[in-house]
């Protein structure tokens, strides 16, 4: 099977979905001898914020010289992105060969597996051949149910920030959402809370007293900005001092939740010395995260998608870009909240250009633009990712002002390509 023919394979609409369960990924891994069993994990849930953190701790572990996996969803420019070792990601070559090795159990079974199941199979495969010390796995959709959760006892289960995002698979309120990612917490494992409002934490608090979990919550009192600047900033966490090139006071949190991380893999025998932990945050690579891409005019791109996120974005454009007019360069997919999102997003919004994000669940432009309308500001729709971003610009330079774009990682890597970054 070549590469091309692999992710034709595993792109199949017939699969697609996210039926949640645990019964194909069990089988299928049964079937290919288990090698999740042969490894170590974080495992990371949450409704934002946990890809972030899964980035901090790889590559914190491979600055302390372990052999370090890393799996998370989804990718910005290449499928091969979704598995890494040590920063690498995967082969054309190796990952047609998992493919292929995949196919015909997955096609014997009674019920076919999702395509993230299959992906998760061959990332589990690749990091067990390539014998990883260490694998930090990303949660692709909540936790419990999640094909990730197929593995046994994790070396730290974390928990990110939690809010309300994919309600109709995991629940509507808060606290069925905080249980269904504490579904990841395993009898006897410690837990990692990133801090949070009382309902999430009531919930994991419960489920960590159930499965005599040791809980270690952030503290995020204990976080010091000391310089931040589209340059990157730096804070003192419990009176040690770190340099982060992410942006925002999220991302200060986050981290904080990181350092909480490796604190609980050092008393499991890990050896995380001060240096690897600081090298770590500071060469961290996290693309379409409140991310920098230009500065004349100042361009940011930012892959949120749910009102949590946006009330981060509007937070950052006001400690970033105050009194600058912001051009929001704007897509999203029609199963999103998308009324809610922008509800937010208008607070800090002068100006909207839609485009359409490249998935077959995309809104298309011409459908957002006519419920942009609504807040009675100017509106252009684009006819492709491209133009969106040359007319965001023309329009930014015309007023002094900034690009924001938001909305969805789907355009994500199409809006850097555009701009020479890959």
Request: with cysteine; net charge negative; glycine share 8%.
């Amino acid at each position: 099977m070549t590469y091309e023919k692999a992710i034709e394979y595993i792109n199949s609409t017939e699969w697609f979905g996210s039926k949640l369960g645990l019964e194909r990924i069990n089988e299928l891994m049964d079937r290919l001898g288990n090698p999740q069993d042969k490894l170590k994990f974080v495992h990371i849930a949450g409704t934002n914020g946990k890809g972030s953190c899964s980035a901090m701790l790889a590559s914190v572990l491979k600055a302390a010289g372990y052999k370090t996996g890393l799996y998370t969803s989804p990718y910005i420019y290449r499928f091969n992105e979704r598995m890494q070792i040590n920063g690498k990601e995967i082969d054309n070559d190796i990952l047609a060969g998992l493919i292929s090795e995949i196919q015909p159990i997955a096609d014997s079974m009674e019920e076919h597996p999702l395509v993230f199941e299959m992906v998760t199979a061959a990332a589990m495969l690749w990091f067990e051949r390539e014998h990883c010390d260490i694998v930090v796995l990303e949660v692709g959709l909540g936790g419990r149910l999640d094909a990730t959760n197929v593995i046994s006892a994790p070396e730290a289960a974390v928990i990110m920030n939690i809010g309300l995002d994919h309600v109709q698979q995991l629940g509507k309120t808060v606290a069925e959402i905080a249980a269904e990612k504490g579904g990841i917490i395993k009898k006897g494992c410690s837990v990692v809370l990133y801090q949070q409002n009382d309902e999430a934490e009531a919930v994991i608090q419960n489920i960590c007293l159930e499965k005599n979990a040791d809980l270690y919550t952030a503290d995020f009192s204990a976080i010091v900005p000391e310089f931040d600047s589209l340059d990157g900033q730096t804070f003192t966490y419990k009176d040690s001092s770190y340099a982060l090139p992410l942006l925002g006071a999220h991302q200060r949190r986050n981290a904080a939740t990181a350092i909480e991380a490796v604190e609980v893999l050092r008393h499991k025998g890990w050896n995380i010395d001060q240096t690897a932990l600081e090298y770590g945050l500071y060469s961290v690579y996290w693309p379409a995260r409140f991310e920098l891409l230009m500065d004349d005019p100042y361009f940011v791109l930012d892959g949120g998608h749910n009102p949590q996120c946006a009330g981060t974005v509007v937070q950052n454009l006001a400690d970033y870009f105050p009194g600058t007019k912001h051009i929001m360069l704007v897509g999203v997919l029609e199963d999103k909240d998308y009324e809610t999102l922008f509800s937010v997003l208008n607070l800090a919004s002068d100006e909207y250009i839609c485009i359409t994000p490249d998935s077959p669940r995309a809104l298309s432009a011409e459908k957002l633009a006519e419920f942009l309308g609504r807040f009675g500001k100017s509106v252009s729709v684009c006819d492709s990712i491209e133009d969106g971003v040359f007319l965001s610009i023309d329009r930014a330079r015309e007023e002094d002002g900034m690009v924001c774009a938001v909305g969805s990682l789907y355009m994500a890597g199409e809006i850097r390509a555009c701009l020479g970054l890959y």
